[in-house]
């Protein structure tokens, strides 16, 4: 059973690749390595025994993707393509509404019109999509844990994108019933496969706090810059909750089996359900890696919240799904990439 997942390269695309392999699917990774390397085809060779499936391409080209979906008839599809820092999104707006309202304009134009087609297989009849959110559409939150019946809004061009692109599929969805749809509110991904093949490789200077710690761990960098130390948090610093890269990669196949045998949409968290701070995680990278990791504190980011963590119970009760690892393994598997490619998968 064919799925195909956009954006298939990437750090969370490359690891949900692995888990739907041993799930006994058959991933079809679309990616134009705009935010990825090719390389990364070669370490799931490694780790799965066979090779990746490639359709290299921008989900922009909405005729391209047509093609691709008549030709591997995905029973499923997995929109992971976009980008997706915040400080980013605040610098480049326009980026951002491109690249992801639009990239998911086009792939949904693309599945509407193929699963719409008489020449549709029935393999993928009717259109199944799991779609890559995040957190950041409930905003800076009243209050935590964060359950999905929160109001939602944003304080960044990133999270805007998201919501948007939530918004459309309820639209869709009202005038289209047949679309089976799960929207997968990710909280913040960390870690590496045990392996230490596959990983997270920010192009330029990482976006997200657990590369940029190891990177300062291993070093490339000279210290961590903490954004704010004033928040009404226990240490004065940022609370997220951090998942486990592997585990969020078991949701993706929870959902998919969830929609492909019972057939009902849904919105669920993705996370934890434990908030961790910066603090926190700089000291478990530093006993992970045994080495001291520098840090300053610089005035707060536009658009960071103060705490920011879920509650996962919906994902356990409809999809049978909660995260298993600790802290401690996301920061021992993370420097066991970092350390093992020091300037990942280039060299």
């Known amino acids: 059973m064919n799925i195909l997942l956009t954006g298939g390269a990437g750090y969370i695309g490359s690891h949900t690749f692995i888990a739907?392999?041993?799930?006994?699917?058959?991933?079809?990774i679309?990616?134009?390595?705009?935010?990825?390397?090719?390389?990364?085809?070669?370490?799931?060779?490694?780790?799965?025994?066979?090779?990746?499936?490639?359709?290299?391409?921008?989900?922009?080209d909405t005729a391209w993707v047509q093609d691709v979906l008549r030709r591997h008839e995905p029973a499923g599809v997995v929109h992971f393509a976009g980008d997706k820092a915040v400080g980013e999104s605040v610098a480049n707006p326009l980026k951002y509404f491109h690249n992801n309202i639009s990239g998911a304009v086009s792939l949904l134009r693309a599945m509407d019109a193929v699963y719409a087609s008489v020449s549709a297989p029935t393999?993928?009849?009717?259109?199944?999509?799991?779609f890559s959110s995040?957190?950041?559409?409930?905003?800076?939150?009243?209050?935590?844990?964060?359950?999905?019946?929160?109001?939602?809004?944003?304080?960044?061009?990133?999270?805007?994108?998201?919501?948007?692109?939530?918004?459309m599929l309820t639209?869709?969805?009202?005038?289209?019933?047949?679309?089976?749809?799960?929207?997968?509110?990710?909280?913040?991904?960390?870690?590496?496969?045990?392996?230490?093949?596959?990983?997270?490789?920010p192009a330029d200077i990482p976006n997200n706090l657990m590369p940029y710690v190891t990177q300062v761990a291993v070093g490339m960098r000279p210290h961590v810059n903490v954004f704010g130390n004033d928040y009404a948090t226990p240490d004065g610093t940022g609370v997220r909750d951090f998942i486990h890269v592997q585990?969020?990669?078991?949701?993706?196949?929870?959902?998919?089996?969830?929609?492909?045998?019972?057939?009902?949409?849904?919105?669920?968290?993705?996370?934890?359900?434990?908030?961790?701070?910066?603090?926190?995680?700089?000291?478990?990278?530093?006993?992970?890696?045994?080495?001291?990791?520098?840090?300053?504190?610089?005035p707060r980011r536009a658009g960071d919240v103060a705490q920011c963590y879920a509650d996962p119970s919906l994902a356990k009760r409809l999809l049978?799904?909660?995260?298993?690892?600790?802290?401690?393994?996301?920061?021992?598997?993370?420097?066991?990439?970092?350390?093992?490619?020091?300037?990942?998968?280039?060299?």
């Open 20 to 28: 739907l392999r041993e799930a006994g699917f058959e991933p079809v």
């Open 30 to 60: 679309l990616d134009n390595f705009s935010n990825s390397h090719p390389v990364v085809l070669e370490r799931l060779e490694q780790i799965t025994g066979r090779p990746a499936t490639l359709e290299r391409g921008d989900v922009l």
């Open 123 to 130: 393999s993928a009849d009717p259109p199944t999509l799991v």
């Open 134 to 167: 995040s957190a950041t559409v409930y905003g800076d939150p009243a209050t935590v844990p964060i359950t999905e019946d929160f109001s939602l809004s944003h304080t960044n061009p990133y999270g805007h994108s998201k919501l948007v692109i939530e918004e």
């Open 171 to 201: 639209s869709l969805r009202l005038a289209s019933p047949a679309w089976r749809v799960g929207v997968l509110r990710y909280f913040n991904p960390a870690g590496a496969h045990p392996s230490g093949l596959i990983g997270e490789d």
């Open 247 to 298: 585990d969020l990669a078991a949701g993706h196949v929870a959902a998919l089996q969830a929609l492909l045998s019972k057939g009902e949409s849904f919105t669920v968290n993705l996370g934890t359900g434990r908030g961790v701070s910066v603090l926190e995680v700089i000291r478990a990278v530093e006993h992970a890696s045994g080495r001291p990791i520098p840090h300053v504190f610089a």
């Open 320 to 347: 049978g799904w909660e995260a298993k690892r600790s802290l401690d393994e996301m920061c021992a598997d993370a420097w066991r990439w970092q350390s093992s490619n020091p300037n990942g998968y280039r060299g």
